[in-house]
């Protein structure tokens, strides 16, 4: 376990909330992750659910703030919660919330000074896991959700990646990045001027053009103050039609982009995967 250090660990519902640090090689930097462990991870390998969080957050913001342990914990489903971005001295970084450090996007920049860091979509998808198999008691029934950019990031790696996972959801995604302006302003940084290759990272455009065999959940909030302009859900259930995928988008009256939301609703999302991964 070299270079793996435990930096926290606390009894939550029976299990072990906890934080880790380690040395990534697709980073180049060091890195924090969280992982939720139930009582049942005393008796052997779990089937685990990876999220994503969005713009500013961390690995903390979910295990804090959505409440999903309870229900994890009794249904045996382990946690893991890595952060959004490289970190560090020697990062690349911008002033603004959200391009660089806390907005890496979950994907693999090309353009300097972020490609040597920036490589988020292949440190969720290939590095981590694999040090998490490793080291955690974790099998390989593997589902996938976020929330905001981190709703985006889970679409993406569900339809790039599909055999990786067995369900994918997220809160309040932006489903179509590269016609939002949070999108637009990351994906030129990272990517450059060319829009088409921009399209290898829309969720909205990936689904249309490859489909997916996942089922799929978002859930949206109609009073999201980003729900027009940033998130776009009608493109995803467009392009869900056109990709013959298996889509559920719900719509919830009254709520916004907040981790409320994500509270409100994260129970469902657990079950909705717990049917599939424990199938």
């Not at 030129?188 to 996942?214: F, I, K, N, T, V």
């Amino acid at each position: 376990m070299s270079g793996l250090e435990k930096i926290a660990d606390n009894l939550a519902f029976g299990g072990r909330q906890q934080q880790w640090l380690h040395d990534s090689a697709t980073l180049g930097c060091r890195m924090r992750f969280s992982v939720f462990l139930p009582p049942a991870a005393e008796h052997g390998k779990l089937p685990w659910l990876l999220w994503l969080s969005g713009l500013t957050c961390s690995d903390e913001n979910f295990s804090h703030k959505a409440g999903a342990q309870r229900l994890a914990a009794e249904l045996g489903i382990a946690l893991v919660m890595p952060d959004t971005s490289p970190r560090g001295e020697g990062v690349a970084d911008d002033p603004a919330y959200d391009l660089g450090q806390g907005a890496g996007f979950y994907l693999n920049a090309e353009l300097e000074p972020w490609r040597r860091h920036y490589r988020m979509y292949d440190y969720v998808s290939q590095e981590l896991p694999a040090l998490l198999r490793r080291h955690f008691p974790l099998n390989g029934r593997c589902a996938i959700a976020g929330h905001s950019m981190g709703g985006h990031g889970a679409l993406v790696c569900a339809i790039r990646r599909p055999q990786d996972y067995v369900s994918a959801s997220a809160f309040s995604p932006i489903c179509q990045p590269t016609q939002a302006p949070w999108g637009r302003k990351a994906f030129a940084a990272y990517l450059g001027d060319d829009e088409a290759a921009w399209a290898e990272w829309d969720a909205s455009l990936l689904l249309a053009e490859r489909g997916c065999p996942l089922p799929l959940r978002v859930d949206i909030g109609l009073a999201d103050a980003f729900l027009a302009e940033q998130l776009r859900p009608d493109a995803l259930q467009q392009a869900a039609r056109r990709g013959d995928a298996r889509l559920e988008l719900h719509r919830h009256a009254g709520y916004d982009h907040s981790y409320y939301f994500v509270a409100s609703f994260i129970d469902e999302h657990l079950r909705f995967h717990a049917r599939h991964l424990l199938a």
